[in-house]
């Protein structure tokens, strides 16, 4: 069973870099099925999607957060990472990653447990 | 102001019913499959319908989905108190080419 596991600094300065990192356990994060994902919830707020990564590569971004995020893979250490920048206090939220079984027809099957990212000075 | 319009709260009592909306566009929910998610504060969501009404193993048959044009609908019978959580759908978008969420709704279970 495939599991998810978010880290990186829970607290982040305005203007800065948020860097996470997800660690997948129980699979390879290469298969060609999956598409692995983040995806944030503000505080009081709903879920929103930030974007995901392709095993090759590939990178899907939101059109509201392209500019500003990077999604990256490394298949040799079975991880994906994220990064934001620069970051305001909009950018206070809880973390997901998530891992999304096929594109545009799929649905995020698997969750980690999240991670607060808090953007302040 | 999110692309898929749910209703922000429900509500029902143990053993009833209850029905959740999702009103989208056909460059979403009309042109690709819906999937719901249930989202306990504090916990991970999980995955509860997808394909509009497809239910993963685990899930029980209480959880159904509808669907018509553009909209889709979340359905819970025979309520229980676990039930209470917070509710999402979301779909793929044609025209935005990613991934929307409904903003929410939140069950009560009275």
């Known amino acids: 069973q495939v599991q998810l596991q978010e880290s990186g600094p829970g607290l982040v300065k305005p203007s800065q870099t948020l860097s996470l990192t997800c660690s997948v356990s129980?699979?390879?994060?290469?298969?060609?099925?999956?598409?692995w994902t983040w995806i944030r919830q503000p505080p009081g707020k709903g879920l929103e999607w930030i974007g995901y990564?392709?095993?090759?590569?590939?990178?899907y971004y939101s059109p509201s957060l392209w500019s500003r995020v990077s999604i990256s893979i490394d298949t040799t250490m079975n991880r994906f990472s994220l990064e934001l920048s620069p970051v305001t206090a909009a950018d206070t939220a809880v973390y997901y990653c998530?891992?999304?079984?096929?594109?545009?027809?799929?649905?995020?099957?698997?969750w980690g447990q999240g991670t607060l990212v808090t953007v302040a000075p | 102001q999110s692309v898929l319009t749910q209703p922000p709260s429900a509500s029902g009592t143990p053993g009833r019913s209850v029905s959740i909306s999702c009103s989208g566009s056909?460059?979403?929910?009309?042109?690709?499959?819906v999937s719901w998610y249930q989202h306990v504060p504090g916990t991970a969501p999980k995955l509860l319908m997808y394909?509009?009404?497809q239910r993963p193993a685990g899930v029980p048959d209480r959880f159904s989905a509808s669907k018509s044009a553009t909209s889709t609908s979340l359905a819970i019978s025979g309520l229980r108190s676990e039930d209470e959580a917070h509710y999402y759908c979301?779909?793929?978008?044609?025209?935005?080419?990613?991934?929307?969420f409904g903003g929410g709704t939140e069950l009560t279970v009275l």
């Open positions: 998530a891992r999304r079984t096929y594109h545009t027809t799929g649905r995020f099957d698997t």
């Open positions: 129980g699979g390879s994060i290469a298969t060609g099925d999956h598409y």
């Open positions: 990564i392709y095993y090759s590569g590939r990178t």
């Open positions: 056909s460059a979403n929910i009309g042109n690709n499959p």
């Open positions: 394909a509009y009404n």
């Open positions: 979301a779909a793929w978008d044609d025209s935005l080419n990613g991934v929307v």
